[in-house]
């Protein structure tokens, strides 16, 4: 099973893109689910245990085009204080520390340009939305 | 020659902040302040907004505890309109409030305090987090996580969705809960009742480990504020306010909550955006008074619930029965979530929270509205007045985390006069002085909305301590 879990707020323009890539990819391909929230939370750890493959798509504004890549298990779990924010790998972290998720985990990063008040995509990060979608529904339908 | 030594920024809260301790000549510490460096102005961009929308809006403040806001917003729009919430309505409410309650004080234990209390003060900072707690204690830990979990759930599904859910308005609550959601949430009890067993029983068998924090964070006579129902029991939703001293004499009690400028007055400081409330009888600052899990386990009778009315006995036994150590908080926070978990049964098996009759209608009846819950971190006001409209002129809102500002000076005051050595300091002195913010699990997203003349003082210090630059606006 795989789980595409998209991240971000839809009212800040360019940071709910992870929401828009997710509705392009409606139909899921058979064997997918998927999850949209407003921030990650150490809840999730539960609920990607048991899955095969995790994607996490999210903006990232140190990112200049979309970019999906594996996270490495080897990878030191990070140290934040779990408070307002827990980035992807300490979900990941979580769910391999405490419910022994051995399944693969992805990300996928997305460039943003507006992060105002406002739920319309600007043009370009509409289009980076556009690609992303092609490169993960690609990604989706590897075994 | 004075200086100064900063903790910027504090780690481990709701926001972001940054403690000042300022040391004399003879190179002890004299005071500490903590300052709020955020800013926010929900309280002046909601004008001209209609009254309706105000809980949606509200709401945003914050991603913790939004759901405290929706309530009080939507009491106070209940109050404008003067309608009768229907039952069902209220019983999703104060469901929500539990589920509310028992999330934010998950985070604030599991999540944040409990990697000093399992690990130590002093332990390595880099494995003080949730991930040493779980090479330490993976069960533990799990149920840290799913305990959040079950209270996030119970808002999910009330509400459509775990933060800043559109539920909450004016007259009641938006949607009927069905028989197979009830079941649902009914289902996480057991789990959840078993986990508030194990950690209040692990906490209370540390407390000998932190007798010198126990004496020293916080330990300091205050007047206490809560919310009790008629018959003197904890009440998260509704009621009347409470203030008791440190004695445990009831200072004032009956208190309506819509009237709440007659007895608490706010000051405000040029260091901090924060305001401090204090309660007008007694003046500024000698009017301090502290809100949330520890004032309500003082001022309250009982808590009405068995199994945490037990807790609270003990609680009480332990000394007498007001508890002026600020190290407590995380007790009384793990009473309150045992209440929770039976609360919320309680509610969950009650027919009459599947009712479908679940608002009530009504045009503006009135210009004023004050609504008032008890949020996790203490007592929420929210207050508008609207034109003939419905359209806000004022608003203004009164955040738990405000009402302790005194005191949560005055804890980290006392806290590093008694654990920092500026002369040498570790790493752990100052982790104390956190921890001992960490008490009042502070919401700074919250309390740090209001807008009007914003002091500005910006140093520059250069790596001598040297100040090199400053920039001020007053």
Redesign the interface.
């Known amino acids: 099973m795989t789980i595409v879990i998209a991240v971000g707020n839809t009212l800040r323009r360019d940071d709910g893109v992870a929401h828009r890539v997710l509705e392009m990819l409606a139909p899921l391909p058979v064997g997918t689910t998927a999850k949209a929230?407003?921030?990650l939370?150490?809840?999730l750890?539960?609920y990607i245990k048991d899955c095969d493959r995790v994607l996490i798509i999210d903006a990232d504004i140190d990112a200049t085009e979309p970019c999906l890549q594996k996270m490495d298990a080897a990878d030191a779990?990070p140290?934040?204080?779990?408070?307002?924010v827990v980035p992807a790998a300490?979900v990941i972290?979580?769910a391999r520390?405490?419910?022994g998720f051995t399944g693969e985990a992805w990300v996928c990063r997305l460039p943003v340009v507006d992060l105002d008040h406002g739920d319309v995509l600007t043009p370009e990060i509409h289009s980076a939305a556009k690609a992303a979608a092609v490169q993960i529904r690609g990604w989706l339908l590897q075994s | 020659m004075a200086e100064r030594i900063e903790i910027n920024p504090v780690?481990?809260?709701?926001?972001h902040a940054k403690i000042s301790i300022f040391v004399d000549d003879a190179g002890k510490v004299q005071t500490a302040q903590f300052h709020i460096v955020e800013f926010r102005g929900f309280e002046k961009f909601c004008e001209g907004r209609p009254f309706y929308e105000m809980p949606g809006l509200m709401s945003r403040i914050c991603?913790?505890c939004p759901v405290s806001h929706i309530l009080s917003s939507a009491k106070a729009g209940d109050a404008i309109l003067g309608v009768n919430v229907p039952p069902a309505a209220e019983k999703q409410r104060r469901l929500m409030n539990y589920a509310q309650v028992l999330q934010s004080h998950a985070l604030s234990f599991f999540?944040?305090s409990s990697p000093d209390f399992l690990l130590g003060m002093d332990s390595d900072p880099?494995?003080r987090?949730?991930?040493g707690v779980?090479?330490l204690d993976?069960d533990f830990?799990?149920r840290g996580?799913?305990i959040?979990?079950f209270g996030?759930r119970v808002i999910e599904v009330l509400g459509g969705?775990?933060?800043?859910p559109s539920w909450g308005v004016p007259g009641g609550v938006l949607k009927q809960l069905a028989v197979a959601e009830r079941d649902e949430l009914l289902a996480w009890i057991p789990e959840a009742s078993k986990t508030m067993e194990i950690a209040i029983g692990r906490f209370k068998s540390m407390l000998d480990d932190f007798q010198e924090e126990i004496r020293h964070v916080g330990n300091f006579p205050s007047l206490y504020m809560g919310t009790v129902n008629e018959d003197g029991y904890m009440d998260f939703y509704d009621g009347r306010l409470r203030l008791a001293d440190a004695e445990g004499n009831i200072v004032a009690d009956g208190l309506k909550p819509w009237r709440y400028e007659t007895f608490i007055a706010e000051a405000s400081e040029e260091w901090s955006y924060m305001k401090f409330p204090y309660y007008k009888a007694m003046g500024y600052p000698t009017g301090m008074y502290r809100v949330g899990p520890l004032a309500r386990c003082n001022v309250v009778h009982a808590t009405g619930t068995a199994l945490a009315d037990k807790e609270l006995r003990e609680f009480r036994e332990r000394r007498w029965v007001v508890r002026n150590e600020s190290f407590l908080f995380h007790l009384a926070r793990l009473i309150e979530m045992v209440h929770s978990v039976e609360r919320m049964e309680e509610l969950l098996t009650d027919p009459d929270i599947l009712d479908e009759h679940i608002r009530g209608r009504a045009d503006v009846n009135n210009n004023v509205g004050i609504g008032c819950t008890e949020a996790p971190r203490g007592t929420l006001f929210h207050h508008y007045e609207v034109d003939d409209n419905g359209l806000i002129l004022k608003a203004n809102l009164l955040i738990a985390t405000a009402q302790n500002n005194l005191a949560m000076n005055k804890t980290i005051e006392q806290t590093a006069q008694h654990f920092v050595n500026p002369n040498k300091l570790s790493e752990g002195m100052l982790n104390r002085v956190e921890a001992a913010i960490r008490c009042y699990d502070p919401c700074l997203?919250c309390s740090t909305h209001a807008i009007g003349q914003m002091p500005l003082d910006i140093e520059l210090i250069g790596p001598d301590g040297s100040q090199l630059d400053r920039i001020v606006r007053d």
């Open positions: 929230v407003h921030q939370t150490p809840e750890a539960d779990p140290r934040s204080s779990l408070g307002h300490e972290s979580l520390l405490l419910y | 780690t481990r809260i709701e926001g991603g913790i999540h944040l880099k494995n987090n949730i991930f779980a090479a993976e830990a799990r996580i799913r959040r979990q996030q969705k775990r933060i800043h997203s």
